[in-house]
């Protein structure tokens, strides 16, 4: 498929698209190597944070990291409001409710062999705030039974158990309510027959719910010790006071109450490390210490009254949707949480314990933001107590692979809309200039065979103006040849003219001299005679030619009714010039007029007759049809026979050009169909030459004529 020179340079032009190519490439590259230097940096903070925690038995036996049980062990948070719990809500437990354990049939201390699950269970979450622990137990029991008006039998209803280790001893209290309210805890006497006493600085709100009931409770601080534990009791029967289940949070040995280590997050604020989270995980993977945040440093463009900066800005926004199909959304907002014992499960906390460091990435806000993280065990001895944890994300890399990447883009985009637009003004101006010198090079050979120069000099100094300056040069001297060759003809007529009259009569004096007494010379003059004509009508027809277009200036023109021309010229002229010849004729009825000199028009059309004859195979038709279509009268001569050249049907009249062999013994110079055109031509006309379409062998002339009205 043929492509313009326009299409050709703008493929081109893509080439300009190595630029973005190599610019990902080299983000790319940049990006990798940013992501390792961000790893390593991560394992030094790590193990720098470690090496400062290693070997600090004094903290790890404070802070409980050597006892711990995943089960028992009790992880006060830092609540985020303030707890009302005669309120009767639980929203001022938020967010922190999110983070409660839930406790069912794996924890369950005393019950029936055929209990249901479904019958107890409950969910808790404990906290200290201003001096107090708070605790918010969300309790499924089928059926509530509340304390009866004796008070000894303060076990024989629903009722929650609270054992506080201090000091190496332990003392249980319980709170048993008579309806929904408040409650407050008395303490489990020894003695089954000796009232309980009541202990005021545990009290609790009871509120039932569609599932069983909601108990908050609030406990002094200064009662508790190192150690804590709660048991849920499920009474059915209020007659017989049956405890049917106890779900406890530990059985034999009560867990530690644990909290975020004060004392590690003071040595971990030493080695706070900008824009990075440090936190110290249990062997619980509890979360025990936390500092800093994954909170990006926030970047915004500053306002500017410069032009520059301003344009800058507007491009940038044109193009973000386009950036958007190359660049990595992150997000920026990322909340961060006060140090909590959250319980976390990240992939590498296992290798950690076992005493490797190790590079781990997660996502956190729906996949927006990517976190790395760098684990490495911290030792007390031996022993692996903990791991630190040093997270970072990746924004920030992103953030500059991303700025790498709009540049490229934009620059990208800048220089192809720029080069390609240069090399599209270019490739329109060069194919426009090509096509303007094949369109004047093309109007230079008229149909008939002709030069005209129609080359429009230029003073280009380039290779498309020397192109056309060498096609002018061409041309010309193309033209001068064509008019040597012509007024050569003329030339060699007059010059011939003289002698071959002279030898004509010379030829007639000798045959008169001769009489009849030598009859074989006689023969020889006629012969010699005969050359001597064939000559002079050779002359005649080539001085035809070449005074034809100035005698045609001087013919005068007049309206005539073609058809009926044709008719008399086919009668009287050419059935009697070439009386074995058939032709037909098929006109319209009604008169069909043109203006033109009748006898050159004959004359032209003796040519076209002339030629249809010589050239038409024996026993066929010569078919003339005359029609008007429009504003133009249109001519057909048909003969069937030899077939025109292609290779010269376009030059077929041309001066002296002659295409195809004769079949008779007449001279045949191509002046015929020269003289035919040029008379047509003045006539306004148009004569054309084509093999016939039909299936047959042949060729048919179309003459044209405008038409009179």
């Not at 010849?581 to 006109?587: I, Q």
């Amino acid at each position: 498929m043929r492509a313009p020179l326009r299409v050709k340079l703008l493929l081109v032009s893509l080439l300009l698209l190595i630029i973005p190519l190599l610019g990902m490439r080299f983000n790319s590259s940049l990006k990798a190597s940013l992501l390792a230097s961000q790893e390593d940096t991560l394992n030094l903070t790590a193990t720098a944070v470690a090496t400062a925690l290693n070997n600090r038995a004094e903290l790890f036996v404070s802070e409980g990291f050597h006892s711990l049980q995943q089960d028992s062990d009790l992880y006060l948070f830092q609540l985020s409001n303030t707890i009302k719990i005669a309120d009767h809500e639980i929203t001022d437990w938020l967010p922190e409710y999110a983070k409660a354990k839930e406790y069912g049939r794996e924890h369950l201390l005393e019950g029936n062999p055929d209990f249901d699950p479904d019958s107890l269970s409950f969910r808790y979450i404990a906290g200290k705030q201003d001096g107090f622990l708070y605790v918010l137990f969300d309790v499924v029991d089928n059926r509530l039974v509340y304390q009866g008006d004796n008070l000894l039998d303060f076990d024989g209803s629903d009722h929650l158990q609270v054992v506080i280790g201090k000091h190496g001893f332990q003392q249980t209290y319980i709170l048993a309510p008579r309806g929904p309210g408040l409650v407050i805890g008395v303490l489990k006497p020894l003695n089954a027959f000796v009232d309980p006493p009541a202990e005021s600085r545990i009290i609790g709100m009871w509120n039932e719910t569609d599932q069983g009931y909601m108990l908050e409770v609030r406990i002094d601080a200064e009662m508790l010790g190192d150690k804590l534990a709660f048991a849920v009791a499920d009474v059915d029967a209020a007659e017989s006071g049956k405890i049917e289940a106890v779900i406890g949070t530990a059985d034999e040995e009560l867990g530690l109450l644990l909290s975020t280590s004060s004392a590690t997050e003071e040595i971990l604020e030493s080695l706070d490390r900008p824009y990075a989270r440090i936190r110290v995980v249990d062997r619980n993977r509890r979360v025990r210490a936390e500092v800093g945040g994954l909170q990006d440093a926030g970047e915004s463009l500053p306002a500017s009254d410069n032009f520059l900066d301003r344009l800058l800005i507007g491009v940038h926004g044109l193009f973000q949707p386009v950036f958007r199909f190359f660049t990595n959304s992150f997000s920026t907002d990322i909340e961060d949480s006060a140090s909590q014992p959250t319980e976390i499960d990240l992939q590498g906390l296992e290798e950690g314990f076992e005493g490797r460091s190790s590079i781990v990435r997660y996502r956190i806000e729906t996949g927006l933001a990517e976190v790395m993280a760098a684990i490495t065990p911290v030792y007390d001895g031996d022993e692996v107590v903990a791991v630190v944890v040093v997270e970072q994300t990746t924004n920030s890399i992103l953030s500059l692979s991303n700025k790498l990447i709009e540049e490229t883009v934009s620059v990208s985009i800048i220089a192809f809309l720029i080069g390609g637009g240069a090399l599209f003004v270019f490739a329109l101006i060069i194919s426009t200039r090509i096509r303007t010198l094949r369109d004047q090079a093309d109007a230079s050979l008229t149909e008939n065979g002709q030069i005209q120069n129609a080359i429009t000099k230029t003073g280009a100094q380039d290779e498309i103006g020397d192109l056309g300056r060498t096609l002018e040069r061409m041309l010309n001297q193309l033209q001068e040849q064509i008019d040597h060759r012509e007024k050569m003809a003329d030339n060699l007529e007059h010059e011939m003219r003289t002698p071959l009259a002279g030898v004509a009569a010379s030829l007639k004096n000798i045959e008169e001299e001769l009489g009849d007494e030598h009859p074989r010379i006689l023969e020889y003059l006629d012969g010699a005679k005969h050359n001597s004509q064939r000559l002079h009508e050779l002359l005649t027809a080539i001085r035809e030619g070449a005074t034809l277009k100035a005698s045609l200036s001087h013919e005068q023109m007049e309206v005539i009714d073609f058809g009926e021309a044709l008719s008399k010229w086919l009668d009287f002229v050419w059935r009697e010039a070439f009386p074995g010849v058939e032709f037909s004729n098929k006109k319209p009825n009604r008169p069909v007029k043109i203006r033109g000199d009748v006898d050159r028009l004959l004359q032209a059309l003796d040519k076209l007759i002339e030629n249809a004859v010589s050239y038409h195979a024996p026993g066929t038709v010569i078919e003339l049809s005359l029609d008007h279509f429009g504003n133009w009268t249109t001519l057909k001569i048909v003969n069937q026979g030899a077939t025109l050249d292609p290779a010269i049907r376009h030059r077929v009249f041309g001066y002296m050009v002659s295409s195809r062999v004769s079949k008779d013994t007449n001279p045949h110079l191509g002046l015929g169909l020269y003289v035919a055109k040029t008379i047509i031509d003045y006539h306004g006309g148009a004569l054309s030459a084509d093999n016939l379409q039909d299936g047959r062998e042949g060729v048919v002339f179309s003459v044209r004529f405008p038409r009179e009205f």
